[in-house]
Structure formats: structure tokens, C-alpha cells
């Protein structure tokens, strides 16, 4: 397959080099603010705010990076890796908090110059870290970054209605991810999943042991040919299931795989062709379609005050860039605006709609949501930072006096538990499927 990522060292009119220099360092990347009123001002980006000093915070400092790495006038042809320019490098969680904020040309690429970076790292043998290695062999032994055999993937299926999609059609895919089958205090993520499905009568399957990882992981890391080996075997299983098995909508719980399956297959020149036909969901937009369609209705009252985390990959990284690339409006390739494609809306309408509930939003929230800390591989090369940053998030739950918080994404919900325990909260994290499994 045809694969058409941005390098850092590409040529052309519109290569990331062409967008990066388009940064002023005005800093407006550092803080995630509303208009109100009132209006509100907070910080950001966690890498910022865990290190402290302008070359780390947020996509200002990467710009900087970037021009060193490339074509800086006073320093071309003396770039070098260091330690510390790679630990730079991916002490970046990749959240897209800067990127919600920037408002110049830049803007629609920061993650994709991030992700450049690191993938010229592992092209030139330097990246990722040595804590990412064991990751990405897991990646190429298993089909998983988690080093778990490919034979106990299905483990979490064992007992449950869950219909042999390799053997048996059905016209919904449930892609569970590798999180809720290979690290068990996630796995009621997919096994409350498949008992709201049932109880609301969805004709659904499961892959099993065939369901391979997503790619997302060693995408962030820069390991683009991983990806592309894994992306592959998917998309052909993918039009396999459509043309064989009556697959036509692929729902998945985890926010990584979803954002995955829709925005990174999609780089491929013939993503089109394999996924013709089918429609990538998340579980909240697809649980809020059924639910507006009359399809079930939440009648367990549960009395409790919650809040809700909103996940970098199901909210703010979806988005559809507008650009005016022949500059018949502004100018060649300036930023015009966005389409905002982000999940927010249908998981707080899924919650408030729960008889009982009460809900209070915490002050950084959908686009300007402070990220858990576990994304771009920074749980798996830092994971004390990593809660620790969890913890600064479970604060800021805390802090609307809820019971739980309430998220859609099993990374998430991984790290803002292990953040609880970092502060010695009592304030636990859940899915929002546990939550309405309790509530049907």
C-alpha cells in the first residue's frame, strides 16, 4: 500500500518545514482559555507544566526543535541527537492541547511535525527511547504492545455472549483493542460493553484471537513501518469481514484505536477502496445514535454526582483542517478554519440522561480537556510522571465534588486511577459503559 505521511525533511511548496516556520513563539499554545464570560485562562500543555521552561512548552518549543533539526540559518548542518533533545522529543504526550489553542498557519500541523520528528528518530536509529524498545518488538512478535501471547487476546470474551464474527455474520464489528484484553483492570471496559450491547439487543461479534492492535502506539512513537505492517493486516481483514461477514460499522471502545482506524488508515492511498462500505464508530457516538433513535432508554436510577474526562483521540484530534492551499481567499496554504468532528456532546447527553445523575463539568474541558498523561508513549518511558500528571487531573475532578469520574477511553481510564492512588484519592475512574450497564 501507498502510504503518504509527512517527513520533516520533505521538499515541496507545502512541506511541514513551509508550516513550522509560520510559529511566532507567541505562546498562546501554553494555556487553554474561553472567552466566557466568565472567561478562563489554565495551563495547557502537561510536558509544560511538569518541566517548566519555554523550550518544552507545547508546540512553540517544537517548532524550535524542528527548525534545528532542519534548516535553521545559524545552526544548518550542526544538528545532532542528544539525550536531551530526545527526551524532548518524547516527554511530548501529543495531546493537541497547543494545537487547540494556536490560531496561526501552523496550527493544522503540529502533530504531524511532532510525529515527523520522532519518526526521523527511528530512521536514524535513535528513536524511540530505550523504555519504548520492548513496545515495539512486542508489536512485532505479538500483534500487540503489551507483550501478551496472541493465544490469550480473547480471554476477556471467555463466558460471554459474544457472537464468532470469523465464522458468523453480523453487520457490527466490536473491535475491542488490546487494553481491555491484555491489562485486566481495563477489562470490564469490553465485558460491560458486550452486556449493554446485549441488552439492547445489537447484533454484534468479535474477532477473538484474529483481532490484531490498532498500530496507534508505535505510530506515536515514530515507527511508521510497524504501523504500516499492522494498518495493513487490518484494513485487508477489515474488507474481508465486509465482503464476507456483512460488516458495515466497526464500533470501538478505546479512543486510541478509534481515532486510528479513522484519521491514521486514512494516510493510505487505498483506504478508500478496503473501507468502502463501512463506518468507523466510537461506542459513545454509536450507544447515543441508538439511544436518539428510540432504541433503549436508561431506567435505573443512580443517585450519584459524576464528571466527565474528555480523551485527547476521541475529542480534540478529530477534526477536518480547512486550508487555503491556491490562496484564492488569503494566502497559499494559510489557515482558514476547522470542521470540529470531536466527540463530546453524545457521552455528557448519555450520562444526563441516567434518572438519578447529577452532573458538573470540570473547568478544563472538551477541546481545553487537560490530557491524563499517558498518550505518545509517555506512560510507557515515564510512568511516575504519567500519574503524576493523572493526579493533577483527579484535582480537578475532585474539585466539583464528584463520586466518579467518568471517561471513554481505557487509557485514560488506566492512568486516572493509577493518578488517584498517586494523591491517595478515593475518586475512581470508570467507562461510561460501566455506568450505563448499571443504569439498564
Not at 513563539?25 to 464570560?37: D, L, M, N, Q, V
Not at 441488552?199 to 504501523?227: M, N, P, Q, Y
Not at 465486509?242 to 458495515?248: K, L, Y
Request: hydrophobic share 35%; net charge neutral; aromatic share 12%.
Amino acid at each position: 500500500m501507498q502510504w503518504n505521511f509527512k517527513n520533516i525533511d520533505d521538499e515541496g511548496e507545502f512541506n511541514l518545514e513551509h508550516f513550522f516556520w509560520k510559529c511566532t513563539a507567541c505562546g498562546t499554545c501554553k494555556s487553554g482559555y474561553t472567552y466566557g464570560p466568565p472567561p478562563t485562562f489554565r495551563r495547557i500543555c502537561p510536558q509544560g507544566e511538569k518541566f517548566g521552561f519555554e523550550g518544552f512548552f507545547a508546540s512553540k518549543g517544537k517548532a524550535a526543535l524542528a527548525r534545528w533539526m532542519t534548516s535553521d540559518p545559524i545552526l544548518k548542518n550542526k544538528f545532532e541527537w542528544t539525550p536531551e533533545y530526545l527526551n524532548t522529543l518524547y516527554t511530548c504526550i501529543g495531546c493537541g492541547g497547543c494545537q487547540n489553542q494556536c490560531l496561526v498557519d501552523f496550527k493544522p500541523f503540529i502533530i504531524e511535525t511532532i510525529e515527523a520528528m520522532r519518526a526521523k528518530a527511528v530512521e536514524d536509529g535513535q528513536g524511540p527511547l530505550r523504555e519504548h524498545h520492548i513496545l515495539v518488538t512486542s508489536m512485532k512478535n505479538n500483534d500487540n504492545p503489551y507483550t501478551g501471547p496472541r493465544g490469550i487476546r480473547a480471554k476477556w470474551m471467555k463466558g460471554l455472549d459474544v457472537k464468532d464474527i470469523n465464522k458468523e455474520s453480523s453487520p457490527v464489528l466490536y473491535y475491542a483493542g488490546c487494553t481491555p484484553a491484555y491489562n485486566a483492570p481495563v477489562r470490564q471496559l469490553a465485558v460491560k460493553t458486550v452486556s449493554v450491547f446485549n441488552k439492547i439487543g445489537v447484533d454484534f461479534g468479535a474477532l477473538g484471537k484474529k483481532e490484531v492492535c490498532c498500530g496507534s502506539t508505535v505510530l506515536r512513537l515514530g515507527a511508521r513501518d510497524e504501523f504500516k505492517r499492522i494498518a495493513e493486516k487490518n484494513l485487508e481483514q477489515f474488507k474481508y469481514l465486509h465482503d464476507e461477514r456483512g460488516v458495515d460499522t466497526i464500533v470501538s471502545s478505546c479512543a486510541g484505536c478509534y481515532r486510528s482506524l479513522l484519521e491514521d488508515y486514512a494516510i493510505s492511498e487505498e483506504y478508500k477502496d478496503y473501507m468502502d462500505g463501512i463506518k468507523v464508530m466510537h461506542t459513545a457516538d454509536y450507544l447515543y445514535k441508538l439511544y436518539k433513535e428510540g432504541k433503549f432508554e436508561p431506567k435505573n436510577e443512580i443517585k450519584m454526582k459524576v464528571t466527565y474526562h474528555d480523551p485527547c483521540h476521541l475529542g480534540r484530534h478529530i477534526k477536518e483542517w480547512i486550508i487555503d492551499w491556491d490562496g484564492s481567499k488569503q494566502w497559499k496554504g494559510s489557515y482558514m478554519d476547522l470542521v470540529d468532528k470531536g466527540t463530546f456532546e453524545s457521552p455528557r447527553e448519555l450520562i444526563k440522561a441516567i434518572p438519578g445523575i447529577q452532573f458538573e463539568e470540570m473547568r478544563r474541558n472538551q477541546n481545553n480537556s487537560y490530557c491524563c498523561g499517558s498518550g505518545g508513549g509517555v506512560k510507557t518511558a515515564f510512568p511516575d510522571w504519567a500519574a503524576e500528571n493523572a493526579a493533577l487531573r483527579v484535582e480537578e475532578a475532585e474539585q466539583t465534588g464528584a463520586e466518579k469520574i467518568i471517561t471513554c477511553c481505557p487509557f485514560c481510564h488506566a492512568n486516572l486511577n493509577d493518578g488517584a492512588k498517586v494523591k491517595n484519592s478515593a475518586l475512581k475512574t470508570i467507562d461510561l459503559v460501566e455506568l450505563l450497564d448499571e443504569a439498564l
